[in-house]
């Protein structure tokens, strides 16, 4: 692995069903983030974790969860799936307040 | 409350111009900020950051931006456009939290 990386790359999901978006990243780096991209309202920041162990809301974290079990994973799960959630997905990382390195996006239909 | 704007949402250019794509922010202190550059169908990647120092920073591709601190802008230059130059960008900012704009699809036309 070099960077960040995530899984799948695409998904078509029926409304209702729970789905987990995987990311890794091989950098060590403290902070992961989670955004989601839509046209015309540029990145939203979903959830966020500074460290292993903790946590935190974004912008807009209803309908989606997240954990921190260890420095390199941050899966994002979303509980039951609803077509507002159509979207791309970003996860990224970084090393304190510093640049962040993204990885390729998950593109989520949910129909 | 802590903000940036790209007041563009389209910047049009011919190849070989010159190019600037705005940004304007506000924080309270002293904010890092960033341009980041996407390509389609791919994640954001980092172009370049000033946190202090020299005003006009220098960064991948060519780029630079100028912080002037007074207009509370980070604008993004190019002296000479390319028309692989075209993408969408981000500026953001940062202090205790990160704030991305909402993007700026620059297109060079040949």
């Known amino acids: 692995i070099a960077g960040i990386t995530q899984a799948p790359t695409s998904q078509i999901l029926a409304a209702g069903r729970r789905m987990t978006l995987r990311c890794t990243q091989d950098m060590r780096h403290n902070a992961m983030y989670w955004y989601r991209q839509d046209l015309g309202l540029g990145l939203r920041l979903i959830h966020y974790s500074n460290t292993a162990g903790t946590t935190g809301k974004g912008e807009v974290p209803d309908g989606y969860s997240v954990s921190r079990a260890n420095t390199d994973d941050f899966p994002l799960t979303l509980a039951s799936a609803v077509p507002s959630q159509t979207s791309v997905y970003f996860c990224?990382?970084?090393?304190?307040?510093?640049?962040?390195?993204f990885g390729p996006g998950t593109r989520l239909t949910v129909l | 409350a802590q903000s940036v704007a790209q007041p563009e949402d389209q910047v049009n250019v011919a190849e070989g111009n010159p190019l600037t794509v705005k940004c304007t922010y506000s924080v309270s202190g002293n904010p890092y900020l960033f341009w980041y550059v996407q390509y389609p169908n791919r994640g954001l990647q980092f172009l370049l950051k000033?946190?202090?120092?020299?005003?006009l920073v220098k960064g991948s591709y060519g780029f630079e931006a100028e912080f002037n601190k007074s207009q509370t802008s980070f604008h993004l230059k190019k002296p000479s456009a390319l028309v692989s130059d075209s993408a969408l960008y981000f500026c953001?900012?940062?202090?205790?939290?990160?704030?991305f704009g909402t993007g700026t699809r620059l297109k060079v036309l040949a």
């Open positions: 000033y946190i202090t120092g020299d005003n």
């Open positions: 990224a990382s970084s090393d304190s307040v510093n640049e962040q390195f």
């Open positions: 953001a900012v940062a202090t205790y939290k990160y704030i």
